[in-house]
């Protein structure tokens, strides 16, 4: 739980703010940060993958805090910039970025765009010439080889990411060079999300680091930046471990003296999302009915899947929990099994699968679901049955900052004409 979000101070914003509500501890935010950073690879840079949680206030606090950005669209680098990211510390990354995106990349001055192919490439290029300009890029590479226990596996397996090692030959180089408005600077490799094992971080870590130097002794190329991805787990479910961070310190320190003469010259790269957010958010949602189906109890609360999808593991074959605790007015001190539903006119809209709750738990207490703070509301199909967008609070320490304010229901017509 987070360090400052206690139960009482949820009550109190949900009092004050309604419900649903997102609540996102700035100090449990910092503690990760500087967790993270004391267990890197010493020297390198960390980036803030804003598709996590791409507030404009949650990315001000990385910025004050010395990390770099990472964006995935046109929108999330506007809001870097808006957060005050220099261009110099922003990265982009996508198998889909259009010309446009491109062109505003560009303009902006960002440090390194993240290529996928040649045909990217040529397509920076060609923009970079319209402006009079040279771009640095990187090639962002699918491996041929993946070791992890990674939720999600980004490469090593067939993927609408990167150029595949396998196609890294002297045509590829030389092709590259043909380009007079670009000019290549490294790597990117991303293994894999939710990455728990530390022995999994170190070996993909390595190998991104070996294949990066690999490729420019053979290609004759500097390797100026290296960027090895991230995957930071947090714990979720009770039957996972939460990543050993001192085990990766101890693995990363090991590495950096066998690798440390190889980059001397090369500025080394992680990012993190999930790992920076998640635990330092949870999702607030009030009970509006309790009642019994068939033999089983439901909760039916004000917030579901449309605003919180990872919860309702919607999109996935197996689900499972997150955790979460309800905050009720009388306690029976007896658990009974629970299924906590949203306000949603489908089936799926299940946030709490048969869960272990207190049998008092009633109309108008809070179901509190933790490990929120990452791929929560930003992540969900908001516009599904059209409630208005929950509060969105940073709470510091005794004070709070509303990031979001709640919308309204006449905010569902932006944008829209009749007939």
Same mark, same amino acid.
Request: proline share 3%; glycine share 8%.
């Given at each position: 739980m987070a360090k400052f979000i206690d139960d009482n101070r949820i009550k109190q914003l949900a009092d004050d703010h309604g419900t649903p509500l997102y609540i996102y501890d700035k100090g449990r935010? &910092?503690?990760?940060?500087?967790?993270?950073?004391?267990?890197?690879?010493?020297?390198?840079? &960390?980036?803030? @993958?804003?598709? @996590?949680?791409?507030?404009?206030?949650?990315?001000? /606090? #990385?910025? *004050?805090?010395?990390?770099?950005?990472? /964006?995935?669209?046109?929108?999330?680098?506007?809001?870097?910039?808006? @957060? +005050?990211?220099?261009?110099?510390?922003?990265?982009? $990354? =996508?198998?889909?970025? $259009?010309?446009?995106?491109?062109?505003?990349?560009i303009e902006n001055g960002i440090k390194i765009i993240n290529i996928d192919s040649i045909r990217e490439a040529s397509i920076v290029d060609k923009l970079a010439k319209e402006t009079d300009s040279v771009v640095d890029v990187a090639i962002r590479i699918n491996p041929s080889s993946c070791r992890s226990n990674a939720k999600i596996? !980004?490469? +090593?397996?067939?993927?609408?990411?990167? /150029?595949?090692?396998?196609?890294?030959?002297?045509? #590829?180089?030389?092709? &590259?060079? $043909? #380009?007079?408005?670009?000019? #290549?600077?490294?790597? *990117?490799?991303?293994?894999?999300? *939710?990455m728990l094992d530390p022995e999994d971080i170190i070996w993909n870590t390595t190998y991104a680091m070996e294949l990066g130097i690999r490729l420019s002794k053979k290609y004759g190329f500097k390797l100026k930046y290296l960027n090895c991805g991230g995957g930071f787990g947090v714990r979720y479910f009770k039957n996972e471990q939460p990543l050993d961070m001192r085990a990766l310190a101890d693995?990363?320190?090991?590495?950096?003296?066998? !690798?440390?003469?190889?980059?001397?010259?090369?500025?080394v790269i992680f990012e993190s999302g999930r790992f920076l957010m998640a635990p330092a958010g949870v999702m607030v949602t009030k009970v509006l009915y309790r009642k019994e189906s068939k033999g089983q109890r439901f909760l039916i609360c004000d917030g579901g899947s449309n605003i919180h999808s990872? =919860?309702?593991f919607l999109g996935r074959f197996v689900r499972n929990n997150f955790p979460l605790h309800a905050i009720a007015k009388n306690r029976s001190g007896e658990d009974t099994e629970t299924t906590i539903c949203g306000p949603l006119c489908t089936s799926l809209d299940v946030v709490g699968q048969k869960v272990a709750l207190d049998a008092g738990v009633k109309e108008d207490d809070l179901i509190v679901i933790e490990q929120s703070g990452a791929y929560g509301y930003t992540y969900s199909?908001?516009?599904? &049955?059209?409630?208005?967008?929950?509060?969105?609070?940073?709470?510091?320490?005794? =004070?709070?900052?509303?990031?979001? *304010?709640?919308?309204?229901v006449s905010d569902l017509l932006y944008g829209q004409q009749g007939l």
């Amino acid at each position: 739980m987070a360090k400052f979000i206690d139960d009482n101070r949820i009550k109190q914003l949900a009092d004050d703010h309604g419900t649903p509500l997102y609540i996102y501890d700035k100090g449990r935010m &910092l503690d990760d940060l500087n967790a993270l950073k004391d267990a890197l690879y010493p020297g390198a840079s &960390l980036y803030y @993958a804003m598709k @996590a949680n791409p507030l404009l206030g949650i990315c001000e /606090v #990385f910025r *004050q805090n010395g990390t770099g950005v990472e /964006v995935a669209s046109a929108g999330e680098l506007c809001v870097a910039l808006k @957060a +005050g990211f220099a261009p110099k510390n922003i990265i982009f $990354t =996508s198998p889909g970025k $259009t010309e446009e995106e491109i062109r505003y990349a560009i303009e902006n001055g960002i440090k390194i765009i993240n290529i996928d192919s040649i045909r990217e490439a040529s397509i920076v290029d060609k923009l970079a010439k319209e402006t009079d300009s040279v771009v640095d890029v990187a090639i962002r590479i699918n491996p041929s080889s993946c070791r992890s226990n990674a939720k999600i596996k !980004m490469t +090593g397996i067939p993927s609408q990411f990167g /150029v595949e090692e396998e196609d890294l030959n002297e045509r #590829f180089f030389e092709s &590259l060079k $043909t #380009f007079d408005n670009i000019s #290549f600077k490294g790597i *990117q490799i991303y293994m894999g999300t *939710q990455m728990l094992d530390p022995e999994d971080i170190i070996w993909n870590t390595t190998y991104a680091m070996e294949l990066g130097i690999r490729l420019s002794k053979k290609y004759g190329f500097k390797l100026k930046y290296l960027n090895c991805g991230g995957g930071f787990g947090v714990r979720y479910f009770k039957n996972e471990q939460p990543l050993d961070m001192r085990a990766l310190a101890d693995g990363m320190r090991e590495l950096h003296e066998r !690798m440390k003469d190889e980059l001397e010259d090369t500025e080394v790269i992680f990012e993190s999302g999930r790992f920076l957010m998640a635990p330092a958010g949870v999702m607030v949602t009030k009970v509006l009915y309790r009642k019994e189906s068939k033999g089983q109890r439901f909760l039916i609360c004000d917030g579901g899947s449309n605003i919180h999808s990872s =919860s309702a593991f919607l999109g996935r074959f197996v689900r499972n929990n997150f955790p979460l605790h309800a905050i009720a007015k009388n306690r029976s001190g007896e658990d009974t099994e629970t299924t906590i539903c949203g306000p949603l006119c489908t089936s799926l809209d299940v946030v709490g699968q048969k869960v272990a709750l207190d049998a008092g738990v009633k109309e108008d207490d809070l179901i509190v679901i933790e490990q929120s703070g990452a791929y929560g509301y930003t992540y969900s199909p908001g516009k599904f &049955l059209s409630h208005e967008t929950p509060a969105e609070i940073l709470a510091d320490e005794d =004070s709070y900052h509303i990031l979001r *304010q709640r919308g309204s229901v006449s905010d569902l017509l932006y944008g829209q004409q009749g007939l």
